[in-house]
T-cell receptor, first 111, second 113 residues
Framework: QKEVEQNSGPLSVPEGAIASLNCTYSDRGSQSFFWYRQYSGKSPELIMFIYSNGDKEDGRFTAQLNKASQYVSLLIRDSQPSDSATYLCAVVRFGNEKLTFGTGTRLTIIP | NAGVTQTPKFRILKIGQSMTLQCAQDMNHNYMYWYRQDPGMGLKLIYYSVGAGITDKGEVPNGYNVSRSTTEDFPLRLELAAPSQTSVYFC????????????FGEGSWLTVV
């Protein structure tokens, strides 16, 4: 079982709709969870991080964490063409210095 | 503010050659990392360092070596390049354990032929 799993996509969403990206992790010792956006040919950039169960909102982005189900998601409201990118989920285990990444989900927003 | 600087950006190597990817950060970060990203895949950790003089292996260290003689620099050396090392390499740094302040360099595209 992979440590961090994501659907590779591609996920196509109409402009203005909600895009929902999902990630599961296998290590119950994971304590910090991150979503990165990566445009083609560019380096990853941090969108959000979440530590506690529940929802965390930042503008059009909402991260959701459910530690019991080992599940973290990212919702993008009012999707824009500029949101088209690969979204990487990453986790950090308690007491660890290292991010473990999923393989990413490619999101395409259709105008 | 330069952040994390990687050189070279592009390089073609022949099988069996060696080279060093340079990485420097000007943010006085203790934590530095080298990742590789194969096409359509996530990032895999090669090596990391928690401070000058301290390095440790990540998930995929075979075929690579690192050193951390200063806080600023974290070069990655490829010995006896193989086609399997064709990838994009990202250097990153962080001020804290845990990753919420991690900064990535722009990447180095390496092709081994």
């Amino acid at each position: 079982q992979k440590e961090v799993e994501q659907n590779s996509g591609p996920l196509s969403v109409p402009e203005g709709a909600i895009a929902s990206l999902n990630c599961t992790y296998s290590d119950r010792g994971s304590q910090s969870f991150f979503w990165y956006r990566q445009y083609s040919g560019k380096s990853p950039e941090l969108i959000m991080f979440i530590y506690s169960n529940g929802d965390k909102e930042d503008g059009r982005f909402t991260a959701q964490l459910n530690k019991a189900s080992q599940y973290v998601s990212l919702l993008i409201r009012d999707s824009q063409p500029s949101d088209s990118a690969t979204y990487l989920c990453a986790v950090v285990r308690f007491g660890n210095e290292k991010l473990t990444f999923g393989t990413g989900t490619r999101l395409t927003i259709i105008p | 503010n330069a952040g994390v600087t990687q050189t070279p950006k592009f390089r073609i190597l022949k099988i069996g050659q060696s080279m060093t990817l340079q990485c420097a950060q000007d943010m006085n970060h203790n934590y530095m990392y080298w990742y590789r990203q194969d096409p359509g895949m996530g990032l895999k950790l090669i090596y990391y360092s928690v401070g000058a003089g301290i390095t440790d292996k990540g998930e995929v260290p075979n075929g690579y070596n690192v050193s951390r003689s200063t806080t600023e620099d974290f070069p990655l050396r490829l010995e006896l390049a193989a086609p399997s090392q064709t990838s994009v390499y990202f250097c990153a740094s962080s001020s804290s354990r845990g990753g919420n302040t991690i900064y990535f360099g722009e990447g180095s595209w390496l092709t081994v032929v």
